[in-house]
């Protein structure tokens, strides 16, 4: 720990000195999850020629050498240096939400750098942050992302145990942000289209804005610059009352959109499609379709 938190100290710019070299390290020496990310950009673009994958390919693996040093940045780095570096281009859009004591659920994903997006968020949104994450099997890291997402007063809420928390922190205005491109097992999880091939997404995020009622939004992320990004906040449904896969379709719309105006800066180095689809999820797939194209995002 104390290691990373020595790193953290170094100005930003030395940070990126060392992401120069870590890209070497992992891309060109190491070769780390080169097969995977080839495999999901080939399949997610097929109308891409080499080049063009390729070109993404590098730019991937320096967005996530970056990436790493920003997130060790995080351990120390200020509030004002934060939202020097983080914007907001609509910062009061989510306060008719929560000032008159209600709550609600922000959708975010694995683009740009998540992390700065969910304590960025904190600094910008006048009212308490749950932020959901998934243990890991690590204790070390467990301990080292639980200091991190703990700053700015944020509330990390492990996805175990989010019902049982919620329930709890029902009466407090806040709230509850989700990384909601992970990858689920096929049981109980929902099959949608998303980047030219059939993708699981958790229900999480809908289940629980039907049981409280919440409305939910989707937090987006762009990079405009080395070390500098843009959150923006997008309403998917205020109500919770329409059909039941429509938060989930809209965010995989939303989601699909932003990563093709931006391709290298997903996390393309996730096993993100590593489990089959059930032949009784297949069927509704291709009414899915028309919904998904792009000409029809809003």
Known sequence: MFFFIFLSYLPLPVLYGISNVLYWILYKLAGYRVKVVR????????????????????????????????????????????KRRVSHE????????FQNGGSFITMASHVGN????????????GCD??????????????????????????FPVPSTKILRIEVDRKAIPRCIAMAADQTPG??????????????LFFKGPQKISQMFLYPVF???????????????VEKIEETADKNENYILLEFARKLERDIQENPPYWLWSHKRWKHAIPQ???????????????????
């Open 39 to 82: 495999q999901n950009l080939r399949n997610s673009f097929p109308e891409k020629s080499r080049a063009e994958l390729l070109r993404i390919e590098k730019e991937f693996y320096s967005h996530l050498c970056d990436l790493i040093v920003e997130i060790i940045k995080l351990l120390t780095i200020s509030e004002t240096e934060l």
């Open 90 to 97: 609509n910062p009061r859009f989510l306060d008719p939400y």
């Open 114 to 125: 998540w992390e700065w997006l969910l304590l960025a968020n904190k600094l910008y949104i």
């Open 129 to 154: 942050i749950d932020i959901v994450y998934k243990p890991l099997s690590s204790p070390f890291f467990e301990k080292l992302f639980l200091r991190i997402r703990s700053r700015f007063n944020t």
């Open 186 to 199: 096929p049981e109980g999880s929902f099959a949608g289209w998303f980047l030219n091939q059939p993708t």
């Open 218 to 232: 989707y937090s987006g992320i762009r990079k405009t610059g080395r070390g500098y990004y843009q959150l923006f």
């Open 280 to 298: 009784n999820m297949m069927a509704s797939l291709e009414k899915q379709k028309e919904f998904l194209k792009p000409e029809t995002l809003s």
